[in-house]
C-alpha cells in the first residue's frame, strides 16, 4: 500500500512539474522583448544591464513566475484539454540598422541583416 502511495505521489509529481515547464512563458518572453527593445534604443545599455545583471535576474525571476503561475494555468486551464498551445506575441522592434529574422521563419537566414522592406 505504501509503494502505490509514493507511486502515484510520484507521478501526480511529475505530471505536475512537466506541465509547469511547458507554456507560453508570458512573464519570460516579456522580459526576452524588453531587453530586445533595450538593446534595439541602445546597445551599450544593453550590456550594461546585462553585465550588472538586471536582464538575467529579471529573466531567472520571470522564470520561475511562469513555472508556478503562468504556464500552469495555461497547460492545466487552457491548453492541455483541447490539444492547442496558447501563444505569445512578441513586441516587434526594427532597428534603424535592420534586424534579424528568427530561423524559425521561412527565408530566413542566419546572420542575414533584413531591412524589413525599405
Given at each position: 500500500m ?8 510520484l ?10 515547464a ?12 524588453w531587453?530586445?527593445k533595450?538593446?534595439t534604443n541602445s ?10 545583471p ?6 531567472f ?12 494555468y ?5 491548453d492541455a484539454?483541447?490539444?492547442k498551445g496558447t501563444?505569445?506575441?512578441h513586441?516587434?522592434?526594427?532597428g ?6 528568427s530561423?524559425?521563419?521561412d527565408?530566413?537566414?542566419f ?7 525599405k
Amino acid at each position: 500500500m505504501k509503494k502505490k502511495i509514493l507511486a502515484l505521489a510520484l507521478v501526480l509529481s511529475a505530471a505536475f512539474a512537466g506541465s509547469c515547464a511547458s507554456g507560453p512563458h508570458q512573464l519570460a518572453r516579456t522580459v526576452d522583448d524588453w531587453d530586445a527593445k533595450t538593446y534595439t534604443n541602445s546597445p551599450w545599455m544593453n550590456a550594461a544591464l546585462h553585465i550588472i545583471p538586471v536582464i538575467p535576474l529579471a529573466q531567472f525571476g520571470a522564470q520561475i513566475g511562469d513555472f508556478f503561475v503562468t504556464d500552469a494555468y495555461y497547460f492545466w486551464f487552457k491548453d492541455a484539454w483541447d490539444g492547442k498551445g496558447t501563444g505569445f506575441k512578441h513586441a516587434e522592434f526594427l532597428g534603424e540598422d535592420g534586424h534579424l529574422e528568427s530561423l524559425l521563419l521561412d527565408g530566413s537566414k542566419f546572420l542575414r541583416i533584413s531591412d524589413g522592406g525599405k
